[in-house]
């Protein structure tokens, strides 16, 4: 009775935590390009959801579905995104990055490794069409507009199925981008996801973890990712 007891007290104090912590599961190889949630890569990656825009309010239709692998030299998302209408840049840059894409239909992450100074961590942005930025964020910088000049070489995929009203986007980041330590299981490393879906006035901007504000810059508000085996 006495281990019954104290076992329901340890899974009820682990589903707690798990809020705002996600995992990231090792993978045997590197893969390109995989929007398949279906695929051998894919099939039983942790998740999280996002399902309440940035100040915490629920999102009713747009549950994003976020997963995560990672190897010796990358971390994987795959992003799982329902939409109403597309809302896209009307002229998409695929031969470098698009400053300035977070004014579109975009899936975020923002990853910290420094547990001792908060506001600085990275950005990586894919939109449906598989445009992409990658940002240097420093949140004291006098010069913070140049963040989008610095480059991570992460690669990035999209598809849209339109049946579905479904749009997938994937991203590999060079760990080492991230991290100044080598990835290993254990790591855990500070992150948040997002979502910008629509346009203007009927923008929502979504978010894992709600920051409490209409921005998604709100390092105090991240939660954590695990890399495990």
Not at 28 to 44: E, I, K, L, M, Y
Not at 149 to 155: A, G
Request: aromatic share 14%; charged share 25%; with cysteine.
């Amino acid at each position: 009775m006495i281990r019954a007891s104290l076992a329901v007290l340890v899974f009820a104090a682990a589903g707690a935590a798990a809020s705002n912590q996600a995992v990231s599961k090792h993978a045997a190889r590197d893969v390109t390009a995989d929007t398949d949630p279906n695929s051998a890569f894919w099939r039983g990656a942790p998740a999280v959801f996002i399902e309440n825009d940035a100040r915490g309010n629920p999102a009713p239709g747009f549950r994003t579905e976020v997963r995560s692998r990672w190897t010796a030299a990358s971390l994987y998302f795959l992003f799982i995104c329902p939409y109403e209408a597309l809302y896209l840049k009307p002229d998409p840059k695929m031969d470098g990055e698009t400053n300035q894409l977070w004014n579109w239909d975009v899936a975020e992450a923002f990853i910290g490794s420094d547990f001792q100074n908060i506001r600085k961590y990275k950005e990586f942005e894919v939109s449906p069409h598989a445009e992409w930025v990658d940002l240097d964020i420093d949140l004291d910088s006098t010069h913070r507009e140049d963040g989008w000049k610095w480059n991570s070489r992460f690669q990035v995929a999209a598809r849209i199925d339109a049946d579905a009203k479904r749009w997938y986007a994937f991203m590999r980041i060079p760990y080492a981008s991230i991290d100044t330590r080598r990835a290993v299981s254990g790591n855990v490393l500070r992150i948040n996801f997002y979502l910008s879906e629509g346009e203007r006035p009927n923008h929502k901007g979504l978010s894992w973890q709600p920051t409490g504000r209409n921005t998604f810059h709100v390092p105090e508000a991240f939660g954590t990712i695990k890399l495990i085996r």
